[in-house]
Protein backbone atom coordinates (compact mmCIF):
# COMPACT_ATOMS: atom_id res chain seq x y z
CA UNK A 1 0.00 0.00 0.00
CA UNK A 2 1.50 3.43 -1.14
CA UNK A 3 0.62 6.83 -0.65
CA UNK A 4 -0.82 8.61 -3.41
CA UNK A 5 1.06 11.67 -4.21
CA UNK A 6 -1.54 13.28 -6.90
CA UNK A 7 -4.28 13.79 -3.86
CA UNK A 8 -1.68 15.12 -2.00
CA UNK A 9 -2.53 12.17 1.24
CA UNK A 10 1.50 12.48 2.32
CA UNK A 11 0.78 16.40 2.68
CA UNK A 12 -0.54 15.73 6.00
CA UNK A 13 1.79 13.27 7.47
CA UNK A 14 3.84 16.05 6.75
CA UNK A 15 6.41 17.71 4.49
CA UNK A 16 7.84 21.06 5.64
CA UNK A 17 6.90 23.20 2.85
CA UNK A 18 10.65 23.53 1.72
CA UNK A 19 11.20 19.71 1.27
CA UNK A 20 12.64 18.97 -1.75
CA UNK A 21 10.73 17.27 -4.57
CA UNK A 22 13.90 13.82 -4.12
CA UNK A 23 13.16 14.02 -0.33
CA UNK A 24 9.45 14.82 -0.24
CA UNK A 25 9.31 10.98 -1.98
CA UNK A 26 12.13 9.38 -0.13
CA UNK A 27 10.36 10.85 3.61
CA UNK A 28 6.95 9.23 2.39
CA UNK A 29 8.01 5.90 1.67
CA UNK A 30 10.26 5.60 4.68
CA UNK A 31 7.70 6.90 7.03
CA UNK A 32 5.34 4.59 5.48
CA UNK A 33 7.26 1.54 6.26
CA UNK A 34 8.10 2.95 9.60
CA UNK A 35 4.38 3.03 10.68
CA UNK A 36 3.39 -0.10 9.12
CA UNK A 37 6.10 -1.68 10.98
CA UNK A 38 7.72 -2.70 7.33
CA UNK A 39 10.91 -1.87 9.62
CA UNK A 40 11.35 -3.49 12.67
CA UNK A 41 11.52 -1.37 16.12
CA UNK A 42 15.24 -1.01 17.02
CA UNK A 43 16.09 -1.79 12.99
CA UNK A 44 19.10 0.39 11.98
CA UNK A 45 18.28 2.73 9.05
CA UNK A 46 21.76 2.73 7.04
CA UNK A 47 21.18 5.65 4.43
CA UNK A 48 23.76 3.60 1.72
CA UNK A 49 21.51 0.86 2.25
CA UNK A 50 18.06 3.08 1.75
CA UNK A 51 19.36 5.05 -1.08
CA UNK A 52 20.51 1.77 -2.77
CA UNK A 53 17.00 0.09 -2.16
CA UNK A 54 15.37 3.12 -3.02
CA UNK A 55 17.49 4.02 -6.12
CA UNK A 56 18.21 7.76 -5.31
CA UNK A 57 21.03 9.75 -3.99
CA UNK A 58 22.26 9.21 0.21
CA UNK A 59 21.20 13.18 0.12
CA UNK A 60 17.80 13.32 0.07
CA UNK A 61 17.61 9.80 2.32
CA UNK A 62 19.72 11.46 5.18
CA UNK A 63 17.48 14.38 4.48
CA UNK A 64 14.56 12.55 4.87
CA UNK A 65 15.83 10.81 7.89
CA UNK A 66 16.73 14.28 9.49
CA UNK A 67 12.72 15.05 9.19
CA UNK A 68 12.12 11.44 10.87
CA UNK A 69 13.97 12.23 14.03
CA UNK A 70 12.86 15.51 14.31
CA UNK A 71 9.23 13.90 14.17
CA UNK A 72 10.02 11.23 16.85
CA UNK A 73 10.12 8.26 14.50
CA UNK A 74 13.44 7.37 14.85
CA UNK A 75 16.39 7.82 16.89
CA UNK A 76 19.99 8.91 16.42
CA UNK A 77 22.82 8.24 18.19
CA UNK A 78 26.39 9.37 17.57
CA UNK A 79 27.75 5.62 17.74
CA UNK A 80 24.04 4.03 16.55
CA UNK A 81 23.44 6.13 13.77
CA UNK A 82 19.32 5.95 12.81
CA UNK A 83 17.25 3.70 14.08
CA UNK A 84 13.37 3.31 14.19
CA UNK A 85 12.27 3.93 17.32
CA UNK A 86 9.94 1.55 19.51
CA UNK A 87 5.76 2.68 19.60
CA UNK A 88 4.05 1.14 21.66
CA UNK A 89 0.27 1.29 21.90
CA UNK A 90 0.58 4.04 24.72
CA UNK A 91 2.37 6.08 22.14
CA UNK A 92 -0.25 5.96 19.72
CA UNK A 93 -2.85 6.84 22.33
CA UNK A 94 -1.02 9.91 23.58
CA UNK A 95 -0.47 11.50 19.97
CA UNK A 96 -4.19 10.97 19.35
CA UNK A 97 -5.19 12.71 22.50
CA UNK A 98 -2.33 15.95 21.47
CA UNK A 99 -3.80 15.45 17.97
CA UNK A 100 -7.36 15.88 19.26
CA UNK A 101 -6.71 19.23 21.07
CA UNK A 102 -4.70 20.26 17.60
CA UNK A 103 -6.89 19.31 15.10
CA UNK A 104 -9.63 20.92 17.48
CA UNK A 105 -7.67 24.31 17.26
CA UNK A 106 -7.49 24.28 13.74
CA UNK A 107 -11.22 23.70 12.92
CA UNK A 108 -12.17 26.59 15.87
CA UNK A 109 -9.18 28.85 14.02
CA UNK A 110 -10.01 28.27 10.58
CA UNK A 111 -13.73 30.00 11.53
CA UNK A 112 -12.08 32.70 13.35
CA UNK A 113 -9.75 33.19 10.44
CA UNK A 114 -12.64 32.86 7.67
CA UNK A 115 -13.13 30.41 4.72
CA UNK A 116 -13.08 31.43 0.83
CA UNK A 117 -16.54 30.30 -0.27
CA UNK A 118 -14.50 28.11 -2.56
CA UNK A 119 -12.45 26.46 -0.27
CA UNK A 120 -15.72 25.87 2.12
CA UNK A 121 -18.04 24.35 -0.86
CA UNK A 122 -14.67 21.97 -1.53
CA UNK A 123 -14.88 21.00 1.98
CA UNK A 124 -18.52 20.18 1.91
CA UNK A 125 -17.97 18.35 -1.28
CA UNK A 126 -15.76 16.03 0.48
CA UNK A 127 -18.46 15.56 2.88
CA UNK A 128 -20.36 14.36 0.45
CA UNK A 129 -18.32 12.15 -1.37
CA UNK A 130 -17.54 10.33 1.63
CA UNK A 131 -21.39 9.95 2.22
CA UNK A 132 -21.86 8.00 -1.30
CA UNK A 133 -18.87 5.80 0.05
CA UNK A 134 -20.37 4.84 3.06
CA UNK A 135 -24.00 4.72 1.96
CA UNK A 136 -23.12 2.34 -0.98
CA UNK A 137 -22.75 0.14 2.23
CA UNK A 138 -20.57 -2.44 0.91
CA UNK A 139 -16.43 -2.65 2.08
CA UNK A 140 -13.33 -3.42 0.93
CA UNK A 141 -9.74 -2.72 1.20
CA UNK A 142 -9.97 -1.04 -1.57
CA UNK A 143 -12.92 1.06 -0.68
CA UNK A 144 -11.78 1.42 2.47
CA UNK A 145 -8.65 3.51 1.51
CA UNK A 146 -10.99 5.37 -0.90
CA UNK A 147 -12.85 6.45 2.01
CA UNK A 148 -9.59 7.33 4.32
CA UNK A 149 -8.22 9.04 1.00
CA UNK A 150 -11.25 11.60 1.56
CA UNK A 151 -11.32 11.63 5.05
CA UNK A 152 -7.39 12.96 4.72
CA UNK A 153 -8.37 15.34 2.68
CA UNK A 154 -11.30 17.08 4.73
CA UNK A 155 -8.68 17.13 7.62
CA UNK A 156 -6.22 18.83 5.95
CA UNK A 157 -8.55 21.21 4.18
CA UNK A 158 -9.09 22.05 7.76
CA UNK A 159 -5.47 22.56 8.59
CA UNK A 160 -5.02 24.68 5.64
CA UNK A 161 -8.02 26.68 6.51
CA UNK A 162 -6.75 27.73 9.79
CA UNK A 163 -3.50 29.79 8.57
CA UNK A 164 -1.22 28.74 11.00
CA UNK A 165 2.01 27.16 9.51
CA UNK A 166 2.94 26.52 13.08
CA UNK A 167 -0.21 24.67 13.65
CA UNK A 168 -0.09 22.52 11.27
CA UNK A 169 3.45 21.31 11.55
CA UNK A 170 2.59 20.28 14.99
CA UNK A 171 -0.38 18.19 13.97
CA UNK A 172 1.92 16.43 11.71
CA UNK A 173 4.24 15.51 14.71
CA UNK A 174 1.71 13.35 16.42
CA UNK A 175 0.93 11.43 13.48
CA UNK A 176 3.26 8.43 14.67
CA UNK A 177 0.67 5.56 13.19
CA UNK A 178 -1.04 5.29 9.88
CA UNK A 179 -4.04 6.89 8.24
CA UNK A 180 -4.67 5.70 4.91
CA UNK A 181 -6.50 2.97 6.48
CA UNK A 182 -8.03 1.19 9.75
CA UNK A 183 -4.96 1.42 12.56
CA UNK A 184 -6.74 -1.72 14.12
CA UNK A 185 -5.30 -3.41 11.37
CA UNK A 186 -2.33 -1.69 9.95
CA UNK A 187 -0.38 0.26 13.31
CA UNK A 188 1.40 -2.76 14.39
CA UNK A 189 1.72 -1.15 18.28
CA UNK A 190 -1.90 -1.12 18.03
CA UNK A 191 -2.84 -4.00 15.99
CA UNK A 192 -1.35 -7.10 18.47
CA UNK A 193 -3.58 -5.60 21.14
CA UNK A 194 -6.39 -6.47 18.80
CA UNK A 195 -7.62 -9.98 18.74
CA UNK A 196 -7.84 -11.32 14.90
CA UNK A 197 -11.31 -11.16 14.25
CA UNK A 198 -11.50 -7.52 14.72
CA UNK A 199 -8.97 -6.77 12.70
CA UNK A 200 -10.52 -8.34 9.70
CA UNK A 201 -12.08 -6.34 6.71
CA UNK A 202 -16.30 -6.48 6.73
CA UNK A 203 -18.16 -6.76 3.96
CA UNK A 204 -20.34 -3.61 4.67
CA UNK A 205 -19.88 -0.35 5.84
CA UNK A 206 -18.19 -0.26 9.95
CA UNK A 207 -19.90 1.18 12.38
CA UNK A 208 -17.34 3.33 13.30
CA UNK A 209 -16.70 4.79 9.83
CA UNK A 210 -20.43 5.77 9.34
CA UNK A 211 -20.04 7.44 12.59
CA UNK A 212 -16.88 9.03 11.47
CA UNK A 213 -18.45 10.07 8.44
CA UNK A 214 -21.70 11.98 10.31
CA UNK A 215 -19.09 13.81 12.47
CA UNK A 216 -17.85 14.93 9.23
CA UNK A 217 -20.51 15.76 8.49
CA UNK A 218 -21.46 17.99 11.47
CA UNK A 219 -17.88 19.64 11.84
CA UNK A 220 -18.71 20.91 7.89
CA UNK A 221 -22.11 22.20 9.33
CA UNK A 222 -20.82 23.75 12.21
CA UNK A 223 -18.08 25.71 9.79
CA UNK A 224 -20.71 26.57 7.44
CA UNK A 225 -22.85 28.03 9.90
CA UNK A 226 -19.85 30.48 11.59
CA UNK A 227 -19.61 28.81 14.87
CA UNK A 228 -16.32 28.12 15.80
CA UNK A 229 -16.42 26.80 19.35
CA UNK A 230 -18.70 24.08 18.07
CA UNK A 231 -16.01 22.89 14.85
CA UNK A 232 -13.65 23.01 17.34
CA UNK A 233 -15.66 20.80 19.94
CA UNK A 234 -16.99 18.42 17.68
CA UNK A 235 -13.45 18.23 15.47
CA UNK A 236 -11.71 17.37 19.09
CA UNK A 237 -14.49 14.47 19.85
CA UNK A 238 -14.32 13.04 16.62
CA UNK A 239 -10.45 12.39 16.50
CA UNK A 240 -10.75 11.35 20.21
CA UNK A 241 -13.33 8.82 18.97
CA UNK A 242 -10.67 7.25 17.22
CA UNK A 243 -8.85 6.33 20.93
CA UNK A 244 -12.28 5.42 22.23
CA UNK A 245 -12.51 3.11 19.66
CA UNK A 246 -9.28 1.60 19.50
CA UNK A 247 -9.21 1.81 23.43
CA UNK A 248 -12.24 -0.65 23.88
CA UNK A 249 -11.11 -3.28 20.85
CA UNK A 250 -7.53 -3.39 22.36
CA UNK A 251 -8.59 -4.69 25.59
CA UNK A 252 -11.05 -6.74 24.45
CA UNK A 253 -10.61 -10.39 24.30
Not at 162 to 186: E, H
Not at 192 to 218: C, G, K, N, W, Y
Not at 230 to 248: I, W
Request: proline share 5%.
Amino acid sequence: MTFDHDTGMAEGLGEPPQTEPATHTVLTQLRERIVTGQFAPDSKLRAEALAADMNVSRTPVRSALAVLSAEGLVSYGMNRGYTVRAMGIGDVFDAIDVRAALEGLAARLSVEVGWAEDALSELEALARSGRAIVDGNTWSEAIELDWYRINRLFHMAIHRASQNTVLRNAIRMTLIYPLFGDPARLCPSVAAHVPPRLRQVPDTTPEFIQRSQAQHEQIAAAIRDEDAEAAGRLMAAHVLATKTRLHAIATRR
